[in-house]
């Protein structure tokens, strides 16, 4: 025959390299469900039926095409529930001339396969993931004998590469690289929002959703109602509702947060794009015909940009420079276990509820909840960043771990000493006050600073601070909370010290299921 071609559920593009040069007649496609990438941490059930579906779906397209696909379902006899097994499986039935693999977003997965050199007998040929517009070896250049590796630099490299809002001078699109200081606006009351398209399973996905209700029935989060997008085609016009009845306001709320808005004016396409349905390059080009057309303004097509070439290819360009060693680090020597609200959602603090709430209900939650609620939380309290880390790669329907972890491990809990972010993220009530409607009806005090009432984000950050005051207090971008401390006197401080210690050694932080 000719080459097996394994495609992963992360692959589901057409022009994914480990295609290019598909012989229809010679070839075979594999692709297959396996129990241990279902199970290695217990995802999010409608991660999981998102996935399957999503393959499923790629694999008739590809039939229709005319292509020969082997396709391995989870509850298939003899499925081997691993990679390494049905890769071996597929070897042995279709003894192939070479076996072709794009490479995974994992450094766990690319170790495995590179064993397979020499564990299958059949030349192995490895290609390079082109789906992203920085390749590995151009971001490794980009950083080499850097200083400091921010994301801004990187993205104006990203914006002259691609021509993104540049003007024929070479200048950025207004003047500025970056609009960010239009988009901190907290959302009026009254606001519409409108919600990403719903569409009803069809008989493939309903046949899934069966299986995930049936083998991960125990896995966190609801199952039902789904509404992903499963096919490149439902993924398309889920962008096209965004781009025209969202990305106007994207920029101006994109720090907002709103009880009863799990969506807000956010793209609700990240699922779509790390499993390959949707590409960097035309989710950029879509918005940008909508500001060609005036139809969207430049802080918010903008905004959206940077998050896509700048933060996208950034994140996952820090992840391949430092695996596999990332992890290993904990800068700020957090080691307090992962509390069990961060599964049951059952916590006073309302804005954690509701972040945690919409997590469980969608697999999803917007940027700002992510990185102020759940993630500044786990920062100020200290929490263990392997169970941090553990716990975004499981509940959310777009989390890798080449993007979750850069994420977690950098940027909201500074584990990385601030390789990837120049400051820990840190923030007081303040903040979630300011951006948001949840204060009101918590059963906290967001203006009070201590006691028994006070909003408990007030006195962990003080105590974070002094917390990690050796650790910390030369960062010049904490120059002025520094100062703050300074002027706190003894008694504040002592007060700060005994609220923290007593709502850390509080029931609602016990690692254990109440
Ligand atoms: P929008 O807000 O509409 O943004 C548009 C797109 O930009 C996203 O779809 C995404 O592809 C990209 N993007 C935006 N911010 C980032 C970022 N910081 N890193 C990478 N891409 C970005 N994103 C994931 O795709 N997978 C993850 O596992 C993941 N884990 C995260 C963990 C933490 C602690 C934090 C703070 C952020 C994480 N993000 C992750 C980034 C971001 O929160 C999500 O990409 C975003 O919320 C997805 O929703 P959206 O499509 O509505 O995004
Ligand atoms: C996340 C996931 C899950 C749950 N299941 C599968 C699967 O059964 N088959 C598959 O090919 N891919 C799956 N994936 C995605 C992989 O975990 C992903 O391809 C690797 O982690 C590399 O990014
Ligand atoms: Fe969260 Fe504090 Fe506001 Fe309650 S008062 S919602 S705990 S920030």
Same mark, same amino acid.
Request: charged share 25%.
């Given at each position: 025959?000719? @080459?097996?071609? &394994?495609?992963?559920?992360?692959?589901?593009?057409?022009?994914?390299?480990?295609?290019?040069?598909?012989?229809?007649?010679?070839?075979?496609?594999?692709?297959?469900?396996? =129990?241990?990438? *279902?199970?290695?941490?217990? %995802?999010?059930?409608?991660?999981?039926?998102?996935?399957?579906? #999503?393959? $499923? %779906?790629?694999?008739?397209?590809?039939?229709?095409?005319?292509?020969?696909? +082997?396709?391995? /379902? &989870? +509850?298939?006899?003899?499925?081997?529930?691993?990679?390494?097994?049905?890769?071996?499986?597929?070897?042995?039935?279709?003894?192939?001339?070479?076996?072709?693999?794009?490479?995974?977003?994992?450094?766990?997965?690319?170790?495995?396969?590179?064993?397979? $050199?020499?564990?299958?007998?059949?030349?192995?040929?490895?290609?390079?993931?082109?789906?992203?517009?920085?390749?590995?070896?151009?971001?490794?250049?980009?950083?080499?004998?850097?200083?400091?590796?921010?994301?801004?630099?990187?993205?104006?490299?990203?914006?002259?590469?691609?021509?993104?809002?540049?003007?024929?001078?070479?200048?950025?699109?207004?003047?500025?690289?970056?609009?960010?200081?239009?988009?901190?606006? /907290?959302?009026?009351?009254?606001?519409?929002?409108?919600?990403?398209?719903?569409?009803?399973?069809?008989?493939?996905?309903?046949?899934?959703? +069966?299986?995930?209700?049936?083998?991960?029935?125990?896995?966190?989060?609801?199952?039902?109602?789904?509404?992903?997008?499963?096919?490149?085609?439902?993924?398309?016009?889920? &962008?096209?509702?965004?781009?025209?009845?969202?990305?106007?306001?994207?920029? +101006?709320?994109?720090?907002?947060?709103?009880?009863?808005?799990?969506?807000?004016?956010?793209?609700?396409?990240?699922?779509?794009?790390?499993?390959?349905?949707?590409? *960097?390059?035309?989710?950029?080009?879509?918005?940008? #015909?909508?500001?060609?057309?005036?139809?969207?303004?430049?802080? #918010?097509?903008?905004?959206? @940009? $940077?998050?896509?070439?700048?933060?996208?290819?950034?994140?996952?360009?820090?992840?391949?420079?430092?695996?596999?060693?990332?992890?290993?680090? !904990?800068?700020? *020597?957090?080691?307090?276990?992962?509390?069990?609200?961060?599964?049951?959602?059952?916590?006073?603090?309302?804005?954690? =509820?509701?972040?945690?709430?919409?997590? %469980?209900?969608?697999?999803?939650?917007?940027?700002?909840?992510?990185?102020?609620?759940?993630? !500044?939380?786990?920062?100020?309290?200290? &929490?263990?960043? *392997?169970? @941090?880390?553990?716990?975004?790669?499981?509940?959310?329907?777009?989390?890798?771990?080449? @993007?979750?972890?850069?994420?977690?491990?950098?940027?909201?809990?500074?584990?990385?000493?601030?390789?990837?972010?120049?400051?820990?993220?840190?923030?007081?009530?303040?903040?979630?006050?300011?951006?948001?409607?949840?204060?009101?009806?918590?059963?906290?005090?967001?203006?009070?600073?201590?006691?028994?009432?006070?909003?408990?984000?007030?006195?962990?950050?003080?105590?974070?601070?002094?917390?990690?005051?050796?650790?910390?207090?030369?960062?010049?971008?904490?120059?002025?909370?520094?100062?703050?401390? #300074?002027?706190?006197?003894?008694?504040?401080?002592?007060?700060?010290?005994?609220?923290?210690?007593?709502?850390?050694?509080?029931?609602?932080?016990?690692?254990?299921?109440?």
């Amino acid at each position: 025959m000719g @080459v097996l071609r &394994l495609v992963l559920g992360d692959q589901l593009t057409r022009s994914v390299s480990c295609l290019n040069g598909l012989d229809l007649e010679h070839d075979v496609v594999l692709m297959v469900e396996v =129990a241990e990438e *279902a199970s290695y941490v217990r %995802h999010h059930k409608q991660k999981i039926a998102f996935l399957f579906a #999503a393959m $499923r %779906h790629f694999a008739e397209e590809l039939r229709a095409e005319g292509a020969r696909v +082997d396709y391995v /379902r &989870l +509850d298939d006899p003899g499925n081997t529930g691993s990679f390494g097994g049905e890769v071996e499986r597929a070897v042995a039935r279709h003894r192939p001339d070479a076996l072709i693999l794009t490479e995974p977003g994992e450094w766990r997965v690319l170790e495995m396969m590179r064993n397979w $050199r020499e564990e299958l007998g059949v030349p192995v040929h490895i290609r390079e993931d082109d789906r992203f517009v920085c390749s590995r070896d151009a971001f490794a250049r980009w950083a080499e004998g850097r200083k400091a590796l921010r994301m801004e630099f990187f993205y104006r490299e990203m914006r002259r590469a691609t021509g993104y809002l540049m003007d024929e001078a070479g200048n950025p699109e207004g003047g500025q690289w970056n609009f960010d200081q239009e988009n901190r606006k /907290r959302l009026p009351e009254g606001t519409r929002v409108p919600p990403p398209p719903q569409p009803e399973p069809d008989a493939i996905t309903r046949e899934v959703l +069966d299986l995930v209700a049936a083998r991960f029935g125990e896995h966190f989060g609801a199952l039902e109602p789904f509404v992903w997008e499963t096919t490149r085609e439902g993924a398309l016009k889920a &962008l096209d509702a965004f781009v025209r009845e969202r990305l106007p306001f994207f920029g +101006d709320y994109q720090d907002a947060m709103k009880q009863g808005e799990p969506f807000l004016f956010h793209a609700v396409i990240s699922p779509y794009l790390n499993a390959g349905l949707l590409t *960097a390059r035309e989710v950029c080009e879509a918005a940008l #015909a909508a500001y060609g057309k005036g139809r969207a303004p430049l802080n #918010a097509v903008e905004g959206f @940009v $940077r998050q896509i070439i700048g933060w996208r290819e950034y994140v996952r360009g820090i992840y391949w420079l430092k695996m596999p060693d990332y992890a290993a680090s !904990n800068a700020l *020597a957090a080691k307090r276990p992962l509390p069990w609200f961060y599964w049951s959602g059952e916590t006073e603090m309302n804005c954690l =509820a509701l972040a945690i709430g919409d997590t %469980h209900a969608h697999a999803y939650a917007h940027h700002i909840q992510r990185l102020m609620v759940t993630g !500044n939380f786990a920062l100020i309290a200290g &929490l263990d960043p *392997a169970q @941090v880390e553990e716990w975004y790669l499981v509940v959310y329907a777009d989390a890798y771990e080449w @993007v979750e972890l850069p994420n977690t491990h950098g940027m909201i809990l500074f584990a990385d000493g601030g390789l990837l972010g120049s400051k820990p993220y840190a923030a007081s009530g303040a903040y979630i006050d300011r951006m948001s409607d949840y204060c009101g009806s918590c059963r906290y005090d967001v203006k009070q600073k201590t006691g028994p009432d006070a909003c408990p984000f007030n006195y962990l950050y003080w105590h974070f601070l002094i917390e990690n005051e050796e650790r910390l207090k030369d960062n010049v971008r904490l120059a002025m909370p520094y100062r703050n401390l #300074a002027r706190m006197d003894a008694r504040r401080k002592a007060q700060v010290r005994a609220d923290a210690e007593r709502f850390l050694g509080s029931a609602q932080m016990s690692p254990l299921r109440s």
